[in-house]
């Protein structure tokens, strides 16, 4: 039977099957970040299972057209209350300490760009098709503001152009509409404009020709409101209609309710047929803070020690996000990391066992195809089932155990394992890294000094000078490297900062 993919949709509170609009075609969206400074392991989470469906629907040989935004434009510190009021991240970053660094607000974008984008490589998310910035989407958003304001679904007041939310009576279904009521007792206490209609419309241009970036629109000079942008971008890239629109839990309301009010104004069509949000991320079963002391970038964990991070394998921090599932709230801990580094440092075992074995196994019988057959088809399954990543992982390390009880492999027994391997990689993205950034300063200079250490105390111990092969060893201890002495001679790694 053929396979089916099973996604839970947030607006009918249901699992349903994706069945894309254009057979074979799967066009979907996911809100990427702003960029003002550098992404958590929070952020990461979502963009993570964004990357999951992308997977998946590849996997099942569909075309898919994925796009994921930059917001390299305004996003402002009460947009999460749909009122468009509050400071400027972008502002408020180029003004703090970290910004002074920055020639202008547009430097300081790019900046950041270039940042997530090496993020997202190490991590090991695949490219999206298209990632637009809202930037270089102008034209676009401030047509969409026409279009609203002929139909009769926005209005201009002195400073800004609102989206009439009475206009559009479908507002609040994605939340739930108790949320949008108690949304309009917190808007009551911060909204500033009087000449606002309702306390529930949001700002789709709000004029103010002395923000640091501005556009010149029909109203003057100003910015678009931040929620407009995944609105044109994803009819732009992928249609009116789409199948699956993705982001954190905390974009349901406004952002979301508010992409759906906008969107299907225009088009006058249903804008998303699914919509999968990912819950929030805890550190040690506490909220993410900086003043808590768990606030983990990505880079924190993941650069060398050398460059102020904690030199951890990314595969590893990928493998910890996929050991929750995307639809509970997820709590990422030291312990967890630990236990997946060890389970990332099984997966270099097997990749070194199986290379080992096509270059040099015998001629013997495949003891290993059935088994992982087996084991990659309920990988497969598990995320068919909405991406059920603990039950995928499971299955991928009862593989690494199938495997790693030989001491060596056949050719035919590699062959098989080595494919299981590609079939994990491209479901799961926790092989091959992409970028071993926590290798990087084990670039050559590197390894070729930790060869010379550990071959000078391979010789001390050959001449009996165990105190000398004793120092040696400290030495390398002090560099993060362990050395295991195995029957074909001694092998060296990097330990991680955490071990
Ligand atoms: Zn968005």
């Known amino acids: 039977m053929a396979h089916q993919f099973h996604l839970y949709n947030s607006l009918t509170r249901k699992k349903e099957p994706v ?21 958590h392991i929070g952020n990461f989470r979502s963009f993570i299972t964004a990357d999951l469906i992308f997977r998946t629907a590849k996997k099942m040989r569909w075309k898919v057209t994925y796009a994921t935004n930059i917001t390299d434009v305004g996003h402002l510190t009460d947009d999460d209350l749909a009122d468009t009021s509050g400071e400027d991240r972008m502002v408020q970053a180029l003004q703090s300490k970290e910004g002074e660094r920055f020639a202008n607000i547009w430097d300081l974008a790019r900046y950041y760009t270039v940042i997530l984008q090496e993020d997202w490589m190490s991590l090991n998310l695949l490219e999206p098709t298209v990632r637009p910035r809202a930037s270089e989407h102008m034209r676009e958003q401030i047509i969409a503001v026409e279009q609203m304001l002929e139909s009769g679904n926005a209005y201009e007041t002195s400073n800004t152009v609102y989206f009439s939310v009475p206009s559009f009576p479908a507002y609040g279904r994605l939340s739930g509409n108790e949320a949008a009521e108690d ?6 206490d911060v909204v500033q404009d009087p000449e606002k209609k309702d306390p529930r419309d949001f700002a789709l241009w709000k004029k103010d020709d002395s923000h640091l970036m501005q556009w010149h629109s029909p109203w003057g000079w100003g910015f678009p409101g931040w929620h407009l942008e995944c609105s044109v971008m994803a009819q732009s890239y992928l249609g009116e209609e789409i199948d699956i629109h993705a982001g954190g839990e905390d974009l349901i309301f406004p952002h979301h309710e508010c992409e759906i009010a906008q969107t299907e104004c225009i088009t006058g069509k249903t804008f998303a047929r699914k919509w999968v949000h990912t819950r929030f991320l805890q550190v040690e079963g506490k909220k993410m803070s ?24 990314p595969l590893a921090v990928r493998m910890t996000l996929l050991s929750g599932h995307y639809r509970k709230p997820f709590n990422f801990t030291f312990d967890t990391l630990k236990t997946n580094i060890r389970h990332r440092e099984r997966f270099e075992d097997t990749i070194a066992l199986a290379e080992k074995g096509l270059d040099n196994g015998g001629d013997g019988a495949d003891e290993l195809g059935d088994v992982l057959n087996a084991l990659s088809d309920r990988t497969f399954k ?12 499971a299955a991928t390390f009862e593989a690494t155990k199938a495997v790693l009880s030989h001491e060596q492999l056949s050719k ?5 394992v080595k494919s299981w391997l590609d079939h994990t990689n491209d479901l799961l993205g926790i092989v091959y890294a992409h970028t071993p950034r926590a290798m990087e300063d084990g670039d050559d200079s590197f390894a070729t000094e930790i060869d010379a250490l550990v071959a000078a105390r391979t010789r001390a111990r050959e001449e009996n000078d165990y105190a000398r092969a004793d120092e040696i060893r400290d030495e390398l201890t002090a560099l993060d490297v362990e050395v295991m002495d195995t029957p074909g001679g001694p092998r060296w790694k990097r330990r991680s900062a955490l071990l």
């Open 19 to 39: 069945e894309p609009l254009e057979e074979g075609h799967l066009r979907f969206y996911s809100c990427g970040p702003t960029v003002y400074s550098y992404a």
């Open 183 to 188: 949304l309009e007792q917190a808007v009551r």
């Open 290 to 313: 900086k003043s808590a002391g768990n606030f983990f970038t990505v880079r924190d964990l993941v650069l060398p020690k050398s460059e102020g991070g904690r030199g951890i394998d």
């Open 382 to 393: 598990a995320m068919l089932d909405d991406l059920n990543t603990p039950e995928a992982l």
């Open 412 to 416: 035919g027994s590699a062959a098989s």
